[in-house]
């Protein structure tokens, strides 16, 4: 487990924000009260296992810094604790390279170091791309960017940053200059807004000073925002960057919790017709063999009244991560409610239907789940279609009736409708 190192000499603030990086955070915590203790801890920790320092400007032993200069000189990431802050302060801060300050007595302090560490976290999936041809400003670029530990890639061609954007889903964020060979920033903002929309991809152009019209032509292009290349601060930056990337990272997880069963994890059946209707289109375009099958847990009610709820909740999980684990790239399966589960098998015939459910109703009756103090297993029964039919919903409705006839004869056991053959007893 990656380590924050705390060094503040109040052992009670010390205490309090321990407390909350562990139940917020997956990082463990390390407190020192001292810049000699500080010395000592640095020692002996393995440095590749810190993952950043939060350090009290004013120390009893440091009183003008000296423990984010250690920290530094680490390279360690470091978020400065200060009770005040003055001009001649911040501008130390931005050289030393910190990521961020902190005023000790704002209400709002602990939430905010634990936002910082939760970007910190989630920094490094997060692509920038710079587009930029002056190698000093490109590369001052990438060093304020990579102290918040984002994965920075740069180009001196716009050309070649969009060909790089369009096959690379992990960009977030492409920071242009204006003048640059072969297409200029705004015409590179334009294009990539064609492809991406602001939910998905933040633009931020930047140009030289003097050129003042500049930034109304980046926004209309579509950018978000626009920076003056040599006179922005470096903590306006990271306001800057940082919130377009938040906003960002939330759009995700709002589309993701649409889409996604919260238990599972696995597609929900909004997400699961979304994608699987146009796939059907193409299979009877090309007619593709196709099958549809329905999963559902036997006597599932019994579990959660034996057991309790959050049991079956487990018992919920483990069965999505059996049937999903079974899975092809181009199979789809989604939680459709309750203790029922869905399949779209693309390209799966019924001669290959019937020993591939098989081996799945086989594999869940074999697993064994533990959880909390119990050890148990269930069965499902499933209900097959393997009859390629215009409209997916009444594949659907004849893989439910195979479903109806597994559990009406016996449960634990899958069957076809295409011949209403029963290829499995347990
Ligand atoms: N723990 C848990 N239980 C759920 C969830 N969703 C639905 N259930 C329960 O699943 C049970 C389904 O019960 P039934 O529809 O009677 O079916 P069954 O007991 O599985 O019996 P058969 O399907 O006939 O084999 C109900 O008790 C629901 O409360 C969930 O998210 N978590």
Redesign the pocket.
Known sequence: MKKIIVVDDSRFFCALIEKQIIEQTPYGVVTCSSLEEAKIVLSRLDKESIQACLTSYRLRDATEGEAIELFRSHNIPTIVLISDVTARLRSRFWQLRVIDYVLKHDKYAINEIINTLSRLERNPNNKIVIVEDSKTSAKMLQILLEVHQYDVMHFNNPKQALDYVKYHQDVKMVITDYNMPEMDGCELTRRLRRLYSKQELAILGMSGAGQTIMSANFLKHGADDFIIKQSFLAEEFYLRVNSYLDRLNTYQELATAASYDY?TKIPNRRHFFEVVEAMHEAAIRHETPVTCAMI??????????EYG?????E??RKVAETIKSSTRKSDVVARF???EFCMYMNGMSAENAQPYFEKLRQKISDTIIHVEDYTLQVTV?IGLNSKLEQDLNQMLEKADKSLYEA?ETG?NRVILNSNLAEVSCS
Request: charged share 40%; net charge negative.
């Open positions: 238990l559902d847990i036997d006597k599932f009610k019994s579990v959660n009244d709820h959050s049991v079956g909740d018992v919920l409610g309750g203790e029964s559990k449960r």
